[in-house]
Each structure stands twice: as structure tokens, then as C-alpha cells.
């Protein structure tokens, strides 16, 4: 089919939202994150101008996600956000045609939440909107053989869902799909911080801190953060600093309910692409795939490969990009709408 070089592709994540152009690359990659006056609801910033905003802004100002835990809590937010989006795509390239848009959706959403992502699309400006599931999209960016009568393993570790699939012949053969990931890992050092040192932090100081040193493996030389927050006890600020050993530990429970996620899949995947998967390994895809030593963390409980796919952060997007230019994929992979209408080349 021909390509159509204002056609979007669109990883509508969590904690970050991609949007690909294919013949262009990669336009944007911003924290899903909305800021939005109380009172009136009128949006004051999207992005990473409204994430700058998270835990800093007065009474009236409050900055949201629009989506919790890999699903739309917000539906009028998600539809701004896709629409300022979609927009700026628009003005970078002058004022093209309405695109067409593959949006990745977590694999367990319900039909109500796949409804309300095409409409938000639809209203956003797109003139006709393709669901794929994101391990669907994943496996594809980090260019795994989907299509073909073999078994292919992903991991999609994302900032609210981690999703583990196995696919086979364009389908998904087996998944699963828990509500454990980036921002539960966050939550767990909040947590560790405030009951193992009495100090109150906030979750962008506990990202910071899981990027700088968090692992689910041990280091070969293990290493300090500093953390910053309140005292608990006297009301002060108060700065500590924290071995990897001690995230490691705090955000162990995160980190083996993954491990967990992958080896019951492996349990009910049909011995036929078992065989597949052990010649083939496992991949790990999404933000949550950098945290160091995850690989091998999973290989020693696994007994397999497993690695990481290159550029992971950008897997999603680059698959939806690529179904984007191919209709016989977009037949074979994409989630079927109720009332479906049918799929136009152009």
C-alpha cells in the first residue's frame, strides 16, 4: 500500500506518550501528564511542561495522568492530550490531511476503555483509528518474526501494566497482563524510604533514585544515591544517602511479581512454542526493561535467554509504525472493533 507521510503512529503509555510519523521518526516523547485548573477544568499544560508541575503546584493547579495503571481514568484528559498531540504533528508539517493513527493499548483493557481510545483518537482529529495490543506492537518494534508459525516471546514493561505475551502466526497466543510495572516500583521506595528511614519523598525523587541505582539482579559493584526529602519525626528537610542494595530490597516485591507474571505464561504456553522459545529467548521491551540486571534475573529463574531489545523506551511506537505501513499486518494484528468498519488503504 502507499505510505501516507502524515499517517501517526502512537504508543499511548502510562507515564510517557510516543508519537512516530514513519517517514519522519520519532516527533514526540512526553511524560502523559496534564495540568488543569480545579475549578474551571481548563488545561494549562501538557507534557513535560505540566510534569515539571507534579507536587509543586498551588491549591487551584492540579497536574494528572490521565491514564492509571495502563487504563483511561480520565477520558476528557486523554482526548486534550491526544489532540494537543496530534496538533503538534500538524504544525510541524504544515496542515496535512486528517492522519490515520495505530494506537498501542494495553492487552487487558475492556471494551468500553477501547471504545473511548478510538473515540479520543476520532475527535483528536484522526480520520480512522487501529487498535493494536502493546505487546502486539512491542514484539513487532523489536523486530520479532510475529507473522511467522513460530513462538515469539516479549516482555513489555511499561509505567503502570506489565505485559507478557506469547505470539505465534500475527496472534496472541498466550498473555498476561499485571497492574505492577515503573510506577509500582516508585511507590515501593516511597514506602521503603518512609518506613526504613522515617523520610517522606516524592515519586519523581524515587524514579530518579530506581534509575541511578535500582536493579533486580546484584551489581558488580554496587553504588550510593542521595535521597531528599522531609523528616518524619522533626518536620525538616533531611538528606540521606542509600545504597542500591537497599532499593533493590525495596522494590523487590515489584520485581517478583514480574518474575512471577513471566513464568506462569511460560507454564500455559503449549510445549510446541516452548521448544520455539528456548531456541529464541526472551524479549524484554519498555522503560521498565533498563532496570539493571532484570535480564538476569529472569534467566536464572527461567533457565533462558533473555535480553533486552534494543532502543526498548521506543519498541511500541516503532511497531505501530511499521503496521502503520503495511495493511496485510494491520488485518492480522490489529484488536477488532465491535461494529468494525472496514479497513481503506488510504
Not at 116 to 122: F, W
Amino acid at each position: 500500500m502507499g505510505l501516507f507521510s502524515h499517517d501517526v503512529g502512537i504508543d499511548l503509555g502510562t507515564a510517557n506518550t510516543l508519537v512516530m510519523v514513519p517517514s519522519k521518526g520519532i516527533i514526540i516523547n512526553e511524560p502523559s501528564v496534564v495540568a488543569i485548573h480545579r475549578k474551571t477544568r481548563k488545561v494549562l499544560a501538557i507534557g513535560a511542561d505540566a510534569k515539571r508541575m507534579v507536587g509543586r503546584t498551588p491549591a487551584n493547579i492540579v497536574a494528572v495522568r490521565p491514564l492509571k495503571d495502563g487504563v483511561i481514568s480520565d477520558f476528557d484528559v486523554t482526548e486534550q492530550m491526544l489532540s494537543h498531540f496530534i496538533r503538534q504533528v500538524h504544525n510541524r508539517f504544515g496542515n496535512l490531511p486528517k492522519p490515520r493513527v495505530v494506537v498501542g493499548i494495553p492487552s487487558g483493557v475492556t471494551e468500553v476503555e477501547k471504545m473511548a481510545v478510538r473515540d479520543a483518537a476520532r475527535n483528536a482529529g484522526a480520520r480512522a483509528c487501529h487498535l493494536i495490543e502493546e505487546p502486539m506492537a512491542a514484539a513487532i518494534g523489536a523486530g520479532l518474526p510475529v507473522t511467522e508459525p513460530t513462538g515469539s516471546m516479549i516482555v513489555d514493561i511499561g509505567g503502570g501494566t506489565t505485559e507478557v505475551a506469547v505470539i505465534s502466526l500475527g496472534g496472541i497466543v498466550v498473555s498476561q497482563s499485571i497492574r505492577v510495572a515503573g510506577d509500582e516500583m516508585d511507590e515501593e521506595i516511597v514506602q521503603y524510604a518512609r518506613q526504613r528511614h522515617n523520610l517522606l519523598i516524592g515519586d519523581r525523587m524515587a524514579e530518579e533514585v530506581k534509575i541511578a541505582v535500582g536493579s533486580a539482579w546484584p551489581l558488580t559493584e554496587e553504588r550510593m544515591a542521595t535521597l531528599r526529602g522531609r523528616d518524619l519525626v522533626s518536620g525538616l528537610p533531611r538528606v540521606i544517602d542509600i545504597s542500591s542494595v537497599e532499593i533493590r530490597d525495596g522494590i523487590s516485591g515489584s520485581v517478583n511479581q514480574i518474575v512471577e507474571a513471566v513464568k506462569s505464561t511460560l507454564e500455559a504456553t503449549p510445549p510446541e512454542l516452548v521448544s520455539d522459545l528456548i531456541s529464541g529467548g526472551i524479549a524484554l521491551a519498555g522503560g521498565g526493561a533498563l532496570l539493571a540486571g532484570l535480564d538476569q534475573r529472569l534467566s536464572h529463574e527461567t533457565k533462558m535467554h533473555v535480553y533486552v531489545a534494543d532502543d526498548p523506551l521506543t519498541c511500541v511506537v516503532r511497531g505501530t509504525a511499521i503496521v502503520l505501513q503495511e495493511i496485510e499486518l494491520i488485518r492480522k494484528v490489529e484488536v477488532p472493533e465491535q461494529y468494525a468498519r472496514p479497513i481503506r488503504a488510504g
